[in-house]
C-alpha cells in the first residue's frame, strides 16, 4: 500500500524567509502526489499535484513542490513566507483500489506558523 | 458551483445517541470520500462510494459506523450508539471518475468545509 510521511509536526519560519514543508512517500508503480492546504475551521484546499513532466510543479498561493524520485520526497516550498501562510499542510498519495478507482492517503500533516 | 456542501457544521450528541452526517458532492462529481480528522492524528480515510455502491470502506469501524450514497440525494455517514472518541471533525470530499483520468481536473479532490462532532 502507498503511504506518506510528513516527519516535522510544526514548522516555524519568519515573514520573508524561504519555507519548506518536507514529505517522503512510499509507492510501487508511479507515484501521484499532492499538497493540500487545511486553514482553521475549513476543509482542505489543493494546492497542487505531481502526475508526471517537469520534477518541480508550481501551484497555488506561490508554492512549489520538487519531486526527487532517488530521495523519495516532494517537499513544498515557497521562496518568500507570508503571515498569511500558517496552516495546517498534509502531503497525499494515490492509492489504486483497482477497477480504475482510486483513494487518498494523507501524512499527519504538518502545521507551519509564519511569524511577523 | 456550491462546492461540497456538508451539514450539520456543528453537532452535539449525548453517548448512546445517533449522529447523521450529510454531503452533497460538486455538481456532476459522483464519487464521494468520507475522512475523519481527530487532533493531532491527521486525516483518516474511512470510506470511498459510488451512487449506490461502496468501493471502499476498510478505514470504516467494524461497528457503529455505516455510510450511504443513495441514487437521489447526499451521501450520509450514520454513527450509531456514539462515544466520546467519536469526537472529531468529518470532513467530506468528492472528485469525478474516482480520481481517474487525464485531463486538469482529474486526481484532485474538492474537501466539505466538514461536521464537528462533539460527543457529551
Known amino acids: 500500500a502507498q503511504s506518506v510521511a510528513q516527519p516535522e509536526d510544526q514548522v516555524n519560519v519568519a515573514e520573508g524567509n524561504p519555507l519548506t514543508v518536507k514529505c517522503t512517500y512510499s509507492v510501487s508503480g508511479n507515484p501521484y502526489l499532492f499538497w493540500y492546504v487545511q486553514y482553521p475551521n475549513r476543509g482542505l484546499q489543493f494546492l497542487l499535484k505531481?502526475?508526471?513532466?517537469?520534477?518541480l510543479v508550481k501551484g497555488s498561493y506561490g508554492f512549489e513542490a520538487e519531486f526527487n524520485k532517488s530521495q523519495t520526497s516532494f517537499h513544498l516550498k515557497k521562496p518568500s513566507a507570508l503571515v498569511s501562510d500558517s496552516a495546517l499542510y498534509f502531503c497525499?498519495?494515490?492509492?489504486?483500489?483497482?477497477?480504475?478507482?482510486?483513494?487518498?492517503?494523507f501524512g499527519t500533516g504538518t502545521r507551519l506558523k509564519v511569524l511577523a | 458551483n456550491a462546492g461540497v456542501m456538508q451539514n450539520p457544521r456543528h453537532l452535539v450528541r449525548r453517548r448512546g445517541q445517533e449522529a447523521r452526517l450529510r454531503c452533497s458532492p460538486m455538481?456532476?462529481?459522483?464519487?464521494v470520500y468520507w475522512y475523519r480528522q481527530l487532533p493531532e492524528e491527521g486525516l483518516k480515510f474511512m470510506v470511498y462510494?459510488?451512487?449506490?455502491?461502496?468501493?471502499?470502506e476498510s478505514g470504516m469501524p467494524k461497528e457503529r459506523f455505516s455510510a450511504e450514497f443513495p441514487k437521489e440525494g447526499p451521501s450520509i455517514l450514520r454513527i450509531q450508539q456514539v462515544v466520546r472518541g467519536d469526537s472529531a471533525a468529518y470532513f467530506c470530499?468528492?472528485?469525478?471518475?474516482?480520481?481517474?483520468?487525464?485531463?486538469?481536473?482529474?486526481?484532485?479532490?474538492?474537501f466539505g468545509a466538514g461536521s464537528r462532532l462533539t460527543v457529551l
Open positions: 505531481y502526475i508526471t513532466g517537469d520534477n
Open positions: 470530499a468528492s472528485s469525478p471518475f474516482g480520481l481517474a483520468g487525464a485531463f486538469s481536473g482529474a486526481n484532485v479532490l474538492t
Open positions: 455538481k456532476g462529481h459522483s464519487h
Open positions: 462510494l459510488q451512487k449506490e455502491n461502496i468501493i471502499d
Open positions: 497525499a498519495v494515490r492509492d489504486e483500489e483497482g477497477s480504475g478507482t482510486y483513494k487518498y492517503i
